[in-house]
């Protein structure tokens, strides 16, 4: 299957959200032929390099949203008087669409109106390329003010003011670049049996086009609902109140028009599909595949059938405030009172610029405040570590807390980590999907954890659950589990027995090529131009009978991708401003072999 | 963690925002809240109340509900289904008003959406007696703390201050952040470094001049090549830098051949219309080149009669038109900045353009007048100024050399090569119609020009042309650079935007 994958601000960059499991997927899946049509969202992105290519990938296009505008060359000459007005009325009726109230409020044609235009531009813009530049920012200018003004406009656009206009109309001609390229060509995503839009929004929209122009499903996966992201990030942006709306307003409408265009919606957990649901999408049309860790790296573990220490809790993870450590060492001060052999190791990240460790510092000075050591006053011994230097029995006292970094040396990596501990504890009020808690349950670990996020949903009956911000609960649940082994090792078999069916890299792929499958069945079957003659009727053997074989018959060979160095991808080009820059694997594969 | 797949974390964005300290410890309120009884939502609507204002949607608050540690079972204690329907609760009751200085809180200098700076006891710097608003300050003196729930613009008093102060006065792009004047002058280029450049075709054309009067022979023939090469070379350093450099959109397209006819193309009719306006003064020329050759390497000493064949006080045009160049560009300067001011001043296309359009013709006039006062200037030091027509024409021309390149300037730059060309041919024509009435037999051809030379005196075909061009460009400039479009800034795209 040619499978045309629509990524924005991620694969093939190297630098992006969701790159390495689009890597993942290209390379587990490499039974398909993979176009890649990526929108770059920022410079630097593109100045980190992408990655090795994969060897399923034919094809990379690439097109830059964060370029200033400009006139292509030759653009706007086959605009006559004609073409204006129809791009023009377009315009405005996008605008009446982004503009327009939702049907809550009984503007219930708006979302039509949107696709209308979006639709009417695509068309106009396939035949006959960009606009000038002038006539596409004052035609949008003039199309937005006309629509916040109009009656029946929502509620926050009514104040935008020129500048928002402005702001706004300038954004539009870069969300609205990829109508523009010629990736809607019979050998681009004409020639795809299938869109697969790794996250929505932007990357969504050439699926659109693909399934107006040729029919060609559309595969949307939302690991990340996009329209929720959009709201977090701007909300601390220092943009105007009506611009924010706006955007909010052009994102609402495009995600309610692809959920609606979509073939089949996938999501990771429930709280992503409540989302999904809420803006618009057909519960029959969603799947949940959930995210996939690889299982080999915690199979060691996992199969020893050691228990680990049997006194000691560990906690893994960034040290943020979202994460409640605070509230963890006052439960664990809990359990150190009922059971003093209790050990809790806190193995954090090293602290990165966006999470300082002025966080970690404070939970040190909780647990040096929450356990005071007669023996060893820091008063009177400067010198003495303290809280959360060197692993346990080391010499130094028995601190019943210990703060170590991943990496150092006493928690080079986090699954020994896991290991050492007899429960694994989870203490976050904010939590999307809990990696740490299923590498926890692949480690074969019984997990005390809180009820957030997807966090029931990756535990299921495996674990125990307690509410968030409640130390006492999760005092009681721990100590539950340090008293009681047969109990921690029944649950910690059951949890990676769980965690080996739902949560592998090998479910998550199967599943999507579960679906592709799905969706092929139902596409309807397109007849190949070389396979009927020019009245139509069937031209006997024009496809050998081989074509018709499951599998690949074309003797592409199984070899090895080439080794290419993560840093000497396939150079950025310079020049990807409306680009399209094919890049043919097969090369690279083929001197990879030719050095073999 | 390298493998764990694409896990979307809030935890994580939402460090991007800010510390959720707050968020969390006042998410642990709901049970307290709906123990109260009566009205729970209120007390949370009182906490997030910063959130609930700036929001644009319902489902703005839920995903900020939801980054604070809101879950539906929370949602549940409100007596809501789900977040979802709780964020609905609160956006219908987040007061709010229509107001424009709402719309851009910082502009006014209030830094919060939901509440303008007159009016409310809060945003005033005088204490407030009343007890009933202490807890609210001090709960939102706390929620300070916390940046993505307000915009920490106003000072613990609340009042605008000083930099609200600065904010009202300075102009704002789309964004609502006030643009910091090197922002405005960004695209113009820093008149520090453009400024100086634009005195320097003037001074080429004053040294040359001055080594003209003062050397004979192929040196005056050289130090003419030179002072030519050495003008040309200052006035294209003056339009790639500063006001006067040309939009980038302004690209051309075709092959190489094409792109380079059509880069020289608009110079080439530069060079033409001012050769018309030097030539055209003088009676009866023949066709200009051997003139201005004669002119170069003539010594009127020797033959006693001054052979001077280019018009009257054409040095004296020349030289005014290469200082004006200065003028030009300050006056192109003053028009983009003013514009985009009244971009961020003004609320419609409309007022903008009404306020765009005398901006431009005042623009135009200063240079005008500008360039008249250089020209007297000049005419009086070197001796031999223009006089009637031939200053009229040299104003006309030099206002539609400064039109053009400020429509150039804007990313216009077909519409003032048309002019140009316009005004290049129509000369031509006038030119080839008086070398054809020399034909016996077409002496009629010449007829109009010699009869409009006879009435208005030499000169006046170039006046006739050049100013017929520049009121034409004057009046496109008055539809296309009134446009709030051309003026917008190009920010770099908003990545946060989902751009």
């Not at chain 1, 694969?11 to 499991?21: D, F, N, V």
């Not at chain 1, 029944?490 to 479910?507: M, N, S, W």
């Not at chain 2, 006056?331 to 983009?336: E, M």
Request: hydrophobic letters at 45%.
């Amino acid at each position: 299957m040619r499978i045309g994958l629509l990524t924005e601000g991620g694969y093939p960059y190297a630098k992006g959200e969701s790159a390495l499991w689009c890597d993942r997927l290209v390379r587990g899946l490499a039974q398909h032929e993979y176009d890649v049509y990526a929108l770059g969202r920022t410079p630097r992105q593109e100045r980190a390099g992408r990655l090795p290519a994969a060897p399923a990938v034919r094809s990379v296009r690439t097109m830059a949203l964060w370029t200033p505008a400009e006139d292509g060359p030759g653009n706007g000459r086959s605009y006559g008087r004609r073409e204006r007005r129809r791009y023009v009325g377009c315009l405005a009726e996008l605008a009446a669409g982004v503009c327009g109230d939702g049907p809550e409020h009984g503007g219930a044609d708006a979302g039509n109106t949107f696709a209308t235009g979006l639709y009417g531009l695509a068309d106009l813009l396939r035949a006959h390329g960009a606009p000038p530049a002038a006539l596409r920012s004052e035609a949008a200018v003039r199309a937005l003010e006309a629509a916040c003004r109009a009656p029946g406009a929502r509620r926050g656009v009514r104040q935008a003011t020129l500048r928002d206009h402005l702001a706004f109309s300038d954004w539009l001609e870069r969300a609205l670049r990829p109508l523009v390229p010629d990736w809607y060509g019979p050998d681009a995503l004409g020639a795809a049996d299938l869109c697969h839009a790794v996250s929505g929004g932007l990357a969504a929209l050439p699926g659109l086009l693909a399934k107006r122009f040729f029919g060609v499903p559309l595969l949307l996966t939302e690991y990340g609902v996009h329209i929720r992201s959009h709201y977090l990030t701007t909300a601390g942006a220092p943009l105007s109140a009506p611009l924010r709306a706006l955007l909010a307003a052009f994102h609402g409408r495009l995600a309610t028009e692809v959920y609606r265009q979509a073939a089949v919606i996938t999501h990771g957990n429930a709280h992503a599909r409540r989302w999904q649901q809420r803006c618009g999408a057909d519960p029959v049309r969603l799947r949940t595949i959930h995210p996939g860790l690889d299982a080999h790296r915690f199979a060691a573990v996992g199969e020893a059938g050691d228990t680990g220490d049997p006194y000691t809790l560990v906690w893994v993870g960034r040290a943020e405030p979202a994460k409640d450590l605070v509230g963890l060492l006052h439960a664990f001060a809990a359990v150190h009172r009922e059971e003093p052999r209790a050990r809790l190791r806190i193995v954090h990240a090293p602290p990165s610029p966006r999470e300082p460790a002025d966080y970690l510092a404070h939970c040190r000075t909780t647990a040096t405040r929450l356990f005071p050591t007669r023996l060893f006053p820091t008063r009177l011994f400067p010198t003495w570590p303290g809280p959360g230097t060197g692993p346990m029995g080391q010499g130094a006292p028995a601190f019943p807390v210990t703060f170590e970094e991943v990496g150092g040396p006493s928690a080079p990596d986090r699954t020994g980590a896991y290991a050492d501990g007899a429960v694994t504890v989870l203490s976050s009020v904010v939590e999307g999907f809990p990696a740490g808690l299923v590498e926890a349950m692949l480690c074969g670990r019984a997990t005390v954890s809180t009820d957030v996020g997807a966090v029931v949903e990756v535990v299921g009956g495996t674990g125990l659950v307690v509410p968030p911000r409640n130390p006492q609960a999760l005092a009681a649940a721990c100590l539950a589990l340090l008293r009681d082994p047969a109990r921690r090792a029944r649950l910690g078999a059951a949890a990676r027995a769980r965690a080996l069916e739902l949560f592998t890299v090998e479910q998550n792929l199967s599943a999507f090529h579960g679906l592709y499958l799905e969706l092929m069945s139902r596409a309807p079957v397109r007849r190949d131009r070389d396979g009927t003659a020019a009245d139509g009727t069937p031209l006997p053997f024009a496809h050998p009978a081989e074509a018709y074989l499951p599998g690949r018959w074309t003797g592409r060979l199984d070899r090895a991708p080439a080794p290419v160095p993560a840093g000497l991808g396939p150079p950025v080009g310079a020049g990807a401003t409306s680009g399209t820059r094919p890049h043919r694997d097969t090369d690279s594969g083929g001197i990879g072999s030719g050095d073999a | 963690m390298p493998d764990s797949g694409p896990h979307h974390d809030p935890a994580r964005e939402e460090a991007a925002d800010g510390p959720p300290a707050e968020g969390l410890r006042s998410a642990a309120a709901p049970v307290l809240a709906a123990r109260q009884g009566g009205d729970p939502v209120k007390a949370l609507l009182h906490r997030h109340r910063a959130l609930c204002e700036r929001a644009v949607d319902p489902l703005e608050i839920a995903a900020a509900l939801e980054a604070h540690g809101v879950t539906d079972r929370i949602a549940a204690s409100f007596r809501h289904r789900d977040v979802f329907s709780l964020a609905e609760e609160l956006y219908a009751r987040t007061p709010r008003s229509d107001d424009e200085h709402l719309a851009h809180p910082r502009a006014t200098g209030t830094g919060h959406p939901g509440r303008g700076s007159d009016g409310d006891p809060h945003t005033s710097s005088r204490p407030v007696p009343g007890t009933g608003t202490r807890p609210l300050r001090s709960d939102r003196a706390r929620e300070g703390a916390q940046p993505a729930d307000r915009p920490p613009v106003r000072g613990p008093h609340g009042s605008a201050g000083p930099r609200g102060a600065a904010a009202e006065r300075a102009p704002e792009d789309g964004t609502g952040r006030p643009v910091p004047a090197e922002e405005i002058a960004r695209r113009a280029g820093r008149p520090l470094v453009w400024a100086p450049l634009t005195l320097l075709p003037g001074a080429a054309v004053g040294l040359t001049l001055a080594g003209l009067a003062a050397t004979t022979g192929p040196a005056r023939f050289a130090v003419g090549a030179a002072g030519t090469v050495a003008a040309a070379g200052a006035l294209a350093g003056c339009l790639r830098h500063g006001p006067l450099r040309a939009a980038r959109r302004t690209r051309a397209a075709g092959p190489a051949l094409v792109r380079a006819l059509s880069a020289v193309r608009t110079p080439l009719w530069c060079i033409v219309l001012l050769g018309c306006l030097l030539l055209d003064a003088v009676p009866d020329h023949d066709l200009g080149l051997t003139w201005s050759l004669a002119a170069l390497t003539a010594e009127p000493d020797r033959t006693g009669v001054p052979l001077h064949p280019l018009s009257v006080g054409a040095p004296a045009t020349l030289l005014a038109l290469a200082l004006a160049v200065a003028p030009a560009a300050w006056c192109a300067h003053l028009f983009s900045v003013r514009a985009r001011r009244g971009l961020a001043a003004s609320r419609r296309l409309a007022d903008f353009a009404a306020g765009a359009r005398p901006l431009l013709l005042g623009a135009v006039a200063l240079f005008t007048v500008l360039l008249a006062a250089l020209t007297a200037t000049t005419g009086t030091v070197l001796g031999d100024g223009p006089r009637g027509a031939a200053l009229i024409g040299c104003l006309a021309l030099g206002t539609l050399f400064f039109l053009a390149r400020l429509l150039t300037a804007h990313g216009f730059a077909r519409t003032a090569g048309s002019a140009l060309f316009a005004a290049c041919a129509a000369w031509t024509l006038a030119l080839a119609a008086e070398q054809a009435a020399r034909v016996p037999g077409l002496g009629r051809l010449d007829a109009p020009r010699r009869a409009l030379a006879d009435l208005c005196g030499p000169g006046a075909v170039t006046v006739l042309v050049c100013g017929a061009a520049a009121l034409a460009l004057l009046v496109r400039a008055c539809a296309l650079l009134t446009r709030a479009s051309t003026h917008a800034v190009d920010w770099p795209a908003p990545a946060h935007a989902g751009g």
